[in-house]
């Protein structure tokens, strides 16, 4: 076992699929310890599963993984070195939250790992300061630079001081200036701490130069290893893309050859693209600064710059997606019109960002956009077949883009975008995460396309090899083009020896310009790691200080999004109200007419009876009995009465006429409701009729039946509807939210730091939870005093009994959100289910509306398994029936039963690795 | 314009195929249309039915094992019997929604036409119960002594008797105004919800934007939305109908189905349209949510659906008059209840047509404005 010590983690016939997709292949290898190990090689090729497996973020499907001693697997080892292990996923900020400052964000990491505030202040500056982002600390992490962003999730990622630092391709979309300086901050920070392991993967061969030891991968399977002298040595190449070129299988190879950018014949085409003096400018923020360039047809134009520089803004501009601020944009000398499709149809366009969809195979994309953009109906499988070739797609073509890999699916976008045919196409970073060879063949279609054809291409890139290919690159950094001219007359007036440095030489001149700020290694640092190099973070079960962690990041989440917040606690006070007024059950004024055959006197004063209740509204009166059908059918009519000719007579000499009513049932409790009233009336008209002819001697009540509403007197709707509306309120809008919690994180990949934290589900859960409940009770305060004060609707029982109920009414309910978010995969699910979970069962089931005692069978069995029905038994009880905690402890034991079930689910459903 | 209708259903099968590979979404629609139909339609009973009935009986006369023995079912559970200190106890506990207590010498004292006093306490918290209720009970008793009465030869006379008959729904059963109402309600969260959220889920992945450089209009985009969702729903309307309401619930549908589907696809088509300008209004998922809910709780609960429209204050009647489920709802009762034809519905529907070209035309105004504000 001695030789496991000189290892920071062992693979032994590791082996990963997704699906059919096979990530890992019986890999076996050992990984030292305290160096700098790069594993290179193109996308989708295993590297990020491999850095998953390593790092306890991914469940291991078969084979063993030994990580800092021990089988990363078990639970228990996972949950020990979880602390000693900084893992950062990979694209731009992934795990950061972009509402939170920088502080903010380095602060939850170091609270998550249970750091006291003066440990996390004194960390905070170190980190800060040696990343040069302290002048940034109070800007929030969604308005950094791609290079800053980097920088500041490594800052997250070290904070705790990890014996093993993973990072998975950090510097991909950074510029070169910010790229090189995080490459040095890495190696400052070894320096201090050199017994740290660093495991990286990247797919820039000229950064793994500078790596200790090199794996190099492709297609799930290990190509070789060894520091990359060795690699080169092996191969006999000078650059390291070269070697790895080499080591690809003959298959893969064959064809390979370099890229010729052979000089362009004629320049008769006149210009393509011509932007002048455009800006963009989102609020203060001025994204593109006065941005001109002209574009030959043919031409192949670079556009070189980091992540958030303005170049995708431009693009956009250039499409029409945008309406610049400032300037103008033409194509083919005409304007850039949103709304003209013809110009659409010569242009093809491919967004940085993977927007084809998921739902849909391959070919169905390409089969898709071919039609949009009307090729042809014959032509369509001949185009569709052509890209799929041309693409080599063909082993995927029925597979779903979401389980390709990241270079796969570029390939995919690529294709989508030259199925017309177009004569400009504008490509946002199209090669960004696509292996060297895909790569270069990409470029020779580019080329071909533009030489043979008069394609004119615009095309942004982070890659600077690609750069030196382009006809004409333009360097861009803050909004401005810095340069703008052919690569090799760039690199001569720079005097630089490649165009790299001579990027990196404007970059400097920029930046110094804009900010004087160095990155200084703090002097504290040195006392720091001494204080607390041997403290370990605590490992209990349940440690409120990682809850309170995620709490105070949620509810700092919250609240820099106010619009959440506003429409949180005023939605219900305006539901309220609506629903309050809106929902009555109090009939009147029901329409009715009259179909009198009879039309004597005695007829009229019958009918008079309901005439003047208030009930009651009378409508013209019926003529034929065709006109009743007609009538009730339209609706106009509730009920009508019909009476028989001669019922004066009848009436008048005892033979008891009989009147017919008809109502209308479609609305089953309005009908019900109307039989009652107008049995009501003829019996007042009975009693009447009969004192009348008896001279006021026959009895008419046997007995008198009195009616006592109790809880409600007036027998108000307001009254009864309220409390319930209270309740429904509380329950939507604190389950929704929270639903939206967990799914969220999914969504948008800072689920991650669940993964790679020390803190457990439940820690993660009710740390999530609890600022929902806080803002579940403000809301119920408001609406309580709503209903005291505006409705007057007052608490008859004890107001403390119904804030206990409250409180463990929004923790249920807040539980069931968590439910209902660990449970699904997307946003949109978690709404839906949130608003049919909550909606059917408490509008029909709770007792909200139609009484609990009716209920039988499954609407019983479903009443009954939601908090709902239990905290309706508080709200009415309270407000309506004057009751207090003797009454109502049932409801508290099984609105605290609801919460432990819920809190099990959720923590059942969640998962604490990937697949 | 041939195009135009080609692009709009291109973008409308690929809607489908998304919607085809979201299980969890397909089983949700699936479940809402048929199971929670049938679960809402046979649970929930607005009319009297099951009402929990207790009796205190200090009289313990014929007169009063008359009266006890008239609650039955199914209007009634079988009446339990009380004391009289326990009133307030099971009141406040709901476990009866009435209770009657009848006083000492009740009998003697209406033999002896002294009207002595029977109080029926009703827990008025159930309004949807109590109002009904109480009118049932009281006829209920009076019957009884007017039956009690005339063993005796106290006779009460019947100057005038009267039929009552009920249209359309004659045994009032309320399974039938359950189960349409619940369809309505359906219809209304799930265009709601399933348009806004599909454009905001295209705007979160970016593929709107790669819709909008392609020869495609806004419009078209939203016109595709638009008829795949509703299609969506309209196939899992006419399952819901045919198999549940009309197969497994055995309700009577007496107007047409087919000017039923075609007043759907008007109402789906405002409320998907309203949909999208909410969408266009949120920036992420969740403000989307929270800027649903208002929407749909409020057409839910106020549309005449559950508690009728007379009831409100007029106001708020001409507000919901804005509401296209408002229309929807006084259509389908009016279609599939009263078999009204289209020359009694058309004001309804020419007011979803209406609200629906208002609501897609605002969305079209504010789709692409809102794509140029974000990034």
């Excluded at chain 1, 228990?76 to 509402?99: F, K, S, W």
């Excluded at chain 1, 900010?515 to 504290?524: D, L, R």
């Excluded at chain 1, 009147?659 to 003829?682: I, K, P």
Aim: include cysteine.
């Amino acid at each position: 076992m001695s030789e496991t010590l000189h290892l920071v983690a062992r693979l032994t016939s590791t082996s990963h699929f997704y699906g059919e997709v096979t990530a890992l292949d019986n890999i076996s290898i050992d990984l030292p310890a305290g160096r700098m190990v790069g594993l290179i090689g193109p996308d989708g090729v295993g590297k990020s599963t491999l850095l998953g497996l390593v790092a306890g973020v991914r469940k291991i499907q078969s084979g063993d993984v030994c990580v800092l001693g021990d089988n990363i697997a078990g639970k228990r080892h996972r949950d020990e070195v979880c602390a000693q292990i900084a893992y950062m996923p990979q694209g731009l900020g992934h795990n950061l939250y972009p509402t939170l400052t920088v502080q903010e964000n380095v602060d939850f990491f170091g609270r998550l790992f249970g750091q006291s505030s003066y440990e996390r202040a004194l960390r905070i500056d170190d980190l800060l300061h040696s990343t040069g982002l302290s002048p940034f600390r109070h800007r929030p992490a969604g308005k950094l630079s791609g290079g800053m962003k980097q920088k500041l999730s490594l800052c997250c990622s070290l904070i705790h001081d990890p014996d093993l630092l993973i990072l998975d391709e950090p510097t991909t979309g950074v510029d070169p200036l910010s790229r090189r300086q995080f490459w040095e901050l890495i190696d400052r920070i070894r320096e201090r701490r050199p017994g740290m392991s660093v495991i990286t993967a990247t797919a820039y061969m000229e950064e793994a130069e500078r790596f200790d030891y090199l794996i190099a991968m492709d297609e799930g399977k290990i190509l070789s290893t060894g520091t990359p002298a060795e690699l080169k040595k092996q191969t006999g190449q000078k650059t390291l893309e070269e070697a790895f070129i080499s080591f690809l299988p003959e298959a893969k190879r064959a064809g390979h050859e370099g890229v010729v950018l052979p000089p362009r014949g004629t320049h008769d085409g006149g210009v393509a693209i011509e932007a002048s003096g455009l800006t963009m400018k989102f609020g203060d923020f001025i994204a593109v600064d006065n941005v001109s360039v002209e574009i030959e047809r043919g031409e192949i134009f670079g556009f070189l710059g980091s992540n958030g520089c303005g170049k995708t803004t431009t693009m956009k501009m250039l499409t029409g997606l945008l309406d610049p601020s400032e300037g103008t944009a033409r194509l083919f000398g005409k304007p850039v019109d949103a709304n003209d499709m013809e110009t659409r149809r010569r242009v093809g366009y491919m967004s940085q960002s993977f927007s084809l969809y998921g739902e849909l195979s391959v070919r169905q994309n390409l089969d898709l956009h071919a039609r949009l953009f009307d090729i042809p109906k014959r032509q369509i499988n001949g185009r569709v077949g052509e890209m799929i070739a041309h693409f080599d797609l063909g082993d995927v073509a029925d597979e779903l883009p979401g389980s390709l890999p990241l270079g796969v699916r570029q390939r995919l976008q690529l294709a989508v975008a030259m199925i017309h045919k177009p004569e400009i196409l504008i490509l946002d970073e199209p090669t960004s995460g696509v292996d060297p060879i895909a790569r270069d063949q990409f470029w020779r279609l580019l080329i071909e396309l533009s030489r043979r054809d008069g394609v004119t291409i615009f095309i942004s890139t982070h890659f600077i090899n690609e750069a030196e290919r382009c006809d004409r690159i333009s360097l861009m950094h803050a909004g401005k083009i810095l340069a703008i001219d052919r690569p090799d007359e760039l690199r001569r007036s720079r005097g630089a020896k490649t165009l790299e440095d001579a990027f990196i030489g404007y970059l400097e001149e920029a930046v110094n310009a804009d900010a004087p700020e160095q990155a200084e290694p703090a002097p504290k640092g040195e006392a720091l790691q001494a204080k607390t190099a041997a403290k370990k973070p605590p490992s209990r079960l349940f440690d409120r200080g990682r809850m309170w962690a995620f709490t105070r990041r949620e509810a700092m989440e919250l609240t820099r999004d106010p619009i959440r917040i506003i429409f949180a606690l005023l939605g219900p006070i305006i539901l309220a109200i609506a629903m309050a007024n809106g929902i009555s059950f109090d009939v009147e004024k029901l329409d009715y007419a009259v179909f009198d055959q009879d039309r004597s006197q005695e007829s009229q004063s019958f009918l008079e009876n309901f005439s003047s209740s208030r009930y009651f509204e009378l409508k013209p009166p019926i003529r034929v009995r065709a006109e009743l059908d007609r009538r009730l059918q339209s609706g106009e009519l509730k009920f009508a009465l019909v009476v028989p000719p001669e019922f004066g007579r009848d009436l008048l000499s005892g033979r008891s006429p009989d009147v017919g009513a008809w109502f209308d049932g479609a609305v089953t409790f309005q009908a019900e409701t109307s039989r009652g009233y107008v049995q009501g009336v003829l019996a007042t008209y009975l009693a009447e009729f009969s004192r009348r002819e008896s001279g006021g001697q026959a009895i008419v009540q046997l007995a008198q039946i009195e009616t006592r509403f109790r809880y409600n007197q007036a027998f108000l709707s307001v009254y009864a509807i309220s409390p319930g509306v209270l309740m429904l309120l509380i329950y939507m809008f604190s389950t929704m939210l929270t639903a939206l919690g967990v799914v969220r994180e999914k969504e948008l990949g800072s689920i991650t730091n669940l993964y790679a934290s020390p803190a457990s589900k439940l820690e993660f859960l009710i740390g999530k939870q609890l600022p929902y409940i806080a803002l579940a009770i403000v809301s119920f305060l408001s609406l309580v005093t709503l209903n005291m004060v505006f409705f007057g609707v007052p608490v008859t029982g004890s107001f403390m009994a119904l804030m206990v109920g409250a409180v463990l009414f929004a923790i249920a309910a807040t539980s069931l959100g968590l439910v209902i978010s660990s449970f699904v995969s997307s946003q949109l699910a978690a709404i839906f289910i949130s608003a049919i979970i909550v909606m059917i069962p408490t509008l029909n089931f709770s007792g909200m509306l139609y009484p609990v005692s009716t209920l039988e069978g499954g609407g019983w069995l479903i009443g009954h398994s939601f908090p709902a029905l239990y905290f309706q038994k508080v709200t009415s009880g309270v407000f309506n029936k004057g009751l207090g905690f003797s009454s109502l402890y049932t409801s508290y034991l099984w609105l605290m039963l609801f919460c432990l079930v819920f809190w099990t689910m959720a923590a059942l459903f969640l998962k604490k690795q990937e697949a | 314009m041939q195009r135009r209708l080609k692009n709009i259903f291109r973008l409308g099968v690929k809607e489908l195929n998304s919607l085809r590979r979201d299980p969890v979404l397909v089983f949700v629609i699936f479940f809402t249309f048929t199971f929670a139909i049938y679960i809402v339609a046979t649970g929930v009973q607005t009319e009297l039915r099951n009402a929990s009935i207790a009796v205190v009986d200090e009289d313990r006369s014929d007169l009063s094992r008359q009266i006890r023995a008239a609650f039955l079912k199914p209007y009634f559970k079988p009446p339990v019997l009380l004391e009289l200190g326990e009133i307030d106890r099971v009141m406040d506990a709901s476990q009866f929604a009435f209770v009657i207590d009848i006083p000492p010498n009740f009998q003697a004292d209406v033999l002896k036409a002294r009207q002595p006093r029977l109080q029926v306490n009703v827990d008025a918290t159930a309004m949807t119960l109590a109002g009904n209720g109480a009118a049932y009970i009281q006829t209920i008793i009076n019957r009884q002594l007017a039956e009690f009465l005339s063993r005796s030869d106290m006779k009460p006379t019947q100057a005038v008797t009267m039929t009552m008959r009920t249209k359309f729904n004659p045994n009032l059963q309320s399974s039938w105004f359950m189960s349409i109402m619940q369809i309505v309600s359906n219809i209304t969260m799930l265009s709601l919800i399933l348009s806004g959220a599909a454009v905001i889920r295209e705007r979160e992945r970016g593929t709107i934007e790669h819709l909008l450089v392609m020869p495609v209009t806004p419009g078209e985009i939203m016109l595709a939305k638009i008829w795949a969702n509703g299609l969506a729903i309209i196939l899992a309307v006419i399952l819901s109908l045919y198999t549940v309401v009309q197969g497994i619930l055995a309700v009577n549908i007496s107007g047409s189905i087919a000017l039923f589907v075609a007043g759907t696809s008007l109402f789906l088509y405002a409320m998907t349209a309203l949909g999208i300008v909410l969408s266009t209004f949120a920036r992420s998922m969740p403000q989307f949510a929270l800027l649903a809910i208002p929407f749909f709780v409020v057409m839910n609960m106020l549309s005449g659906g559950t508690s009728p429209l007379e009831g409100m204050p007029q106001f708020l009647q001409i507000i919901m008059q804005a509401a296209p489920s408002t229309h929807f709802t006084s259509f389908a009762q009016a279609v599939l209840f009263r078999g009204a034809g289209l020359s009694i519905v058309w004001p309804q529907m020419a007011a979803m047509l209406f609200i629906g070209t208002i609501l897609f035309l605002t969305a079209l105004m504010r789709f692409r404005a809102t794509m140029s504000s974000a990034h």
